[in-house]
């Protein structure tokens, strides 16, 4: 029941992948220092429009301000593959909690991303979702 309650406050349709994601751990939603000079390569679990799923080898507490850079590549209507340039965000983490392996699970929400990156990620979580 409480998956399900889950599921319906979600804004976005969430879609399942696996690609290397590179994230900087800054302040909290509170004291937002500048955004910090800890590089982590981490990886993706699922996306959506409003934030992302990721897997970590090291634990970044809830409330943390992380910028996120991923490279993204779609499929035209054609079947062909279009780069784009990397997209980039700011997101909070919204959950933390241990995962399988000494690994961590965030959940992220994006808290600064441009129109255009939103509209990218929406475009690909609905094709794939069909």
Do not use: C
Request: net charge positive.
């Amino acid at each position: 029941m409480a998956r399900r309650r889950m599921q319906d406050r979600r804004r976005y349709q969430r879609l399942a992948l696996n690609i290397s994601v590179v994230i900087r751990i800054g302040g909290t939603i509170d004291k937002k220092a500048s955004l910090g000079e800890e590089e982590i390569e981490v990886s993706a679990l699922d996306i959506s429009a409003g934030g992302i799923g990721l897997v970590s080898i090291q634990p970044v507490p809830k409330g943390k301000i992380i910028e996120i850079s991923m490279d993204f590549t779609t499929l035209s209507l054609e079947g062909e593959v279009v780069f784009h340039k990397p997209i980039n965000a700011e997101g909070e983490v919204r959950s933390a909690m241990p995962w399988e392996k000494d690994r961590y699970r965030l959940g992220i929400m994006f808290t600064k991303i441009d129109r255009e990156n939103r509209i990218i990620i929406k475009e690909f979580v609905k094709r794939f979702m069909r």
